[in-house]
């Protein structure tokens, strides 16, 4: 009895060691990025700060200003759509993070640029900053995510 028992345990334990054995050695998936659209969490702080610092310019169903390519009386352009039919998904999420962090001139190195979009330096963590990206993404269609995805391993492998 003892025996079958001895034989039993050291059969469980040989069968834990291979599949964490195996577990390894498969292959993990590619790094798309700073964001994190599939996070539960970090989606649902990110709707709440997207909520407080972001709809009221770039709406609350991510529809962005009307008229959002055609330039103001200041000569800036409105604040534009995050959903589908926008252009955030055309940048990989590095861009949209610095943009949202330090502005968009200093992110993309035009010193005489004007916008309305602020910087959020001092006004919202990194993380809270990816949390408001994260769930922007969540709210894309799988083919623009997936294309989102490509975007940032393309642009992983060009640094």
Not at 94 to 99: A, N, P, Q
């Amino acid at each position: 009895m003892k025996r079958s028992r001895l034989f039993l345990a050291a059969a469980v334990i040989g069968a834990v060691v291979l599949v964490v054995a195996i577990s390894s050695l498969a292959p993990k998936p590619a790094s798309t990025g700073l964001l994190e659209p599939d996070d539960v969490q970090v989606t649902t702080l990110g709707r709440q700060v997207y909520a407080m610092h972001c709809a009221a310019c770039h709406g609350a169903k991510l529809e962005g200003q009307p008229n959002w390519r055609q330039r103001d009386a200041q000569g800036r352009l409105p604040a534009p759509p995050h959903d589908a039919s926008g252009h955030t998904w055309h940048h990989p999420d590095e861009t949209l993070f610095r943009i949202t962090k330090v502005g968009v001139a200093k992110a993309a190195n035009l010193a005489s640029y004007e916008s309305s979009m602020p910087a959020y330096e001092g006004v919202l963590t990194d993380a809270e900053i990816v949390a408001a990206l994260s769930w922007i993404k969540a709210q894309w269609p799988v083919s623009i995510r997936a294309q989102h995805d490509e975007l940032n391993r393309s642009s992983s492998r060009q640094r």
